[in-house]
C-alpha cells in the first residue's frame, strides 16, 4: 500500500500565500512523478502542476508565475508553493502520485485533498 498525506490548506485573504505539503509512505520501489490537482465546486478536477523525479515541472497556464512545485526525494515529498492566490484559486487540492511497487507494477495513488479558500 502506498499513502499520501497532504497539509497546509486553509483559507487566505486574495493576494496572500499558502504552502502545500505531501508526504508518500509505504511499501514501495519507486516513486516517480507526483503532482498537484484541484477541483472547485461544480467543475471537473484539473491539472495545477507536476514534476518528475528529476525535477522537470509543467503547470496549467493559469497559476504559471504564481505557483511553485517543488519535491524532496529524499523525504518523498512534494510541495506547492502557491503566491498572490485568487478567490478562483479556492478548491480541494489533491496530491497525485505514480508508484512503482515492490513488484514493478505501477500504481497511480491520490490524497486525501486540503481545501484551500482563497476570500476576495
Known amino acids: 500500500q502506498v499513502q499520501l498525506v497532504e497539509s497546509g490548506g486553509g483559507l487566505v485573504q486574495a493576494g496572500g500565500s499558502l504552502r502545500l505539503s505531501c508526504a508518500a509512505s509505504?511499501?514501495?520501489?519507486?516513486?516517480?512523478?507526483m503532482g498537484w490537482y484541484r477541483q472547485a465546486p461544480g467543475k471537473q478536477r484539473e491539472l495545477v502542476a507536476r514534476?518528475?523525479?528529476?525535477?522537470?515541472?509543467n503547470y496549467a497556464e493559469s497559476v504559471k508565475g504564481r505557483f511553485t512545485i517543488s519535491r524532496d526525494n529524499a523525504k518523498i515529498t512534494v510541495y506547492l508553493q502557491m503566491n498572490s492566490l485568487k478567490p478562483e484559486d479556492t478548491a480541494v487540492y489533491y496530491c497525485?502520485?505514480?508508484?512503482?511497487?515492490?513488484?514493478?507494477?505501477?500504481?497511480?495513488?491520490w490524497g486525501q485533498g486540503t481545501l484551500v479558500t482563497v476570500s476576495s
Open positions: 509505504g511499501r514501495f520501489f519507486r516513486i516517480n512523478d
Open positions: 514534476i518528475t523525479s528529476g525535477g522537470s515541472t
Open positions: 497525485n502520485a505514480q508508484a512503482i511497487r515492490v513488484n514493478l507494477a505501477s500504481l497511480e495513488v
